[in-house]
């Protein structure tokens, strides 16, 4: 019962690793992002469908699962989810705290019907505190609970990244916390409710700044762009052509870069002998490196540190990666039949088992495309009785 990114990417992961999911979504709309485009995977010559086609957003996080489209805001919608429930492991939730306890669909109700369920509430700002029933997309969270603050050029104006990060690390802590709750039922037989938030995960995972905060009682020290605060030289760097970035993370990987760069001098001169004299002498060490890197192409950069043991890499765009020799080296673009649209591309999960391979079994679903086999096959419904709930419009 989740929507967008958070829960759609969370059961997703859940989906990947070989969960059976049902997606609940509202018989007319669906899913949000199913109108978020374009770009849209185009219907297949001759389909009957109308319309631009199935949105990339959500074909993104949405394989693996099987769609259900119906309303709860109908008492026969309600008692099919119940029924889910009483069959289900787990259910995956993104409403507003107490929004689904009229609709009998809250925690307290479902663990009287299924005690061993496990109940995952994905919001915005958790379940208890001042902000708790505030709505909340990923953005919000991010520039208030800091992300935004560290996250642009040195002089610049606070940014959002540029992918939706919090939500995708609350999907990545809740299915986590999904798969504990799991091995907890194992030994005690009994479901529990999570309560896990954008603002509680995005706290989390300012890492070391939080924790540099936290020891020295101080302010950040802002944004640094691709550089960091406490590490020279570590950051992009314009060539002819783009972008490189160089990782100089101690005084050996320094020297290696001075080499490649033809300045070996560089490596004994005092005011970058150690990482302390880089990081003081920042401004000086990165405007030369850079008058040096801008003679050269990205491609000639790569070539000159092939093999040289130092971190370095192009500044690629998001078409380059997904093209990448590496990116193709590890199947991390697959390309599944989808029914409407036929042959799509999707990003593989990162994950690789050695036993137990996780893979796309089915593409994302169409709205309402598994409603009678879910009914019928899971709950034992007859064609008429889902007939007649689909003539009423509680399911699709």
């Known amino acids: 019962m989740t929507r967008v990114l958070a829960g759609p990417y969370c059961t997703q992961i859940l989906g990947d690793l070989g969960a059976e999911v049902i997606k609940i979504e509202h018989p007319v709309r669906g899913d ?18 109308s319309g631009p086609g199935e ?118 802590y809740t299915s986590n916390s999904i798969m504990a709750a799991l091995l907890v039922r194992a030994r005690t037989g009994k479901g529990q409710h999570i309560d896990s938030s954008l603002s509680d995960c995005q706290t989390a995972t300012l890492a070391n700044i939080a924790s540099s905060c936290l020891i020295s009682g101080e302010k950040d020290t802002g944004r640094w762009g691709t550089a960091h605060p406490s590490i020279v030289p570590y950051k992009s760097f314009e060539t002819k052509d783009g972008d490189i970035l160089f990782g100089g993370g101690n005084d050996r990987l320094f020297g290696i870069l001075c080499e490649g760069l ?28 850079e008058t040096i890197t801008r003679t050269k192409t990205t491609q000639e950069w790569l070539e000159i540190f092939e093999g040289k043991g130092m971190p370095y890499a192009a500044v690629n765009d998001v078409l380059t990666t ?23 591309k999707l990003v593989n999960t990162p994950m690789k088992f050695s036993e137990t391979q996780p893979r796309v079994r089915m593409p994302p679903p169409t709205l309402g495309q598994h409603t009678d086999e879910i009914l019928s096959e899971y709950l034992g419904m007859s064609e008429e009785g889902i007939r007649a709930l689909r003539e009423k419009g509680v399911v699709r």
């Open 32 to 49: 949000d992002t199913r109108a978020w485009g374009p770009p849209y995977a185009s219907y297949k010559s001759g389909s009957k469908d």
């Open 55 to 172: 949105s990339a957003y959500f074909l993104g996080v949405n394989r693996n699962k099987k769609s259900l489209a119906l309303s709860f805001q109908d008492p026969a919608g309600v008692a099919i989810l119940h029924k889910l429930a009483e069959k289900c492991d787990i259910l995956v939730e993104n409403y507003i705290p107490g929004s689904l306890k009229k609709y009998g669909m809250d925690y307290e109700t479902l663990h009287e019907i299924n005690p061993r369920l496990i109940y995952a509430s994905i919001t915005g700002y958790g379940q208890t505190g001042p902000y708790a029933k505030r709505a909340g997309y990923d953005v919000m969270v991010e520039a208030e609970f800091g992300l935004m603050h560290i996250t642009g050029s040195r002089d610049g104006p606070p940014v959002k990244v540029g992918v939706a990060v919090t939500d995708l690390t609350t999907g990545l």
């Open 262 to 289: 033809g300045r070996p001098e560089w490596r004994d001169d005092p005011k970058f002998k150690t990482n302390s004299q880089r990081v003081a002498h920042r401004d000086e060490l990165e405007s030369m490196i």
């Open 322 to 344: 997904l093209t990448h020799e590496h990116t193709r080296a590890r199947n991390m673009v697959v390309e599944v039949e989808h029914e409407k649209c036929g042959p799509i």
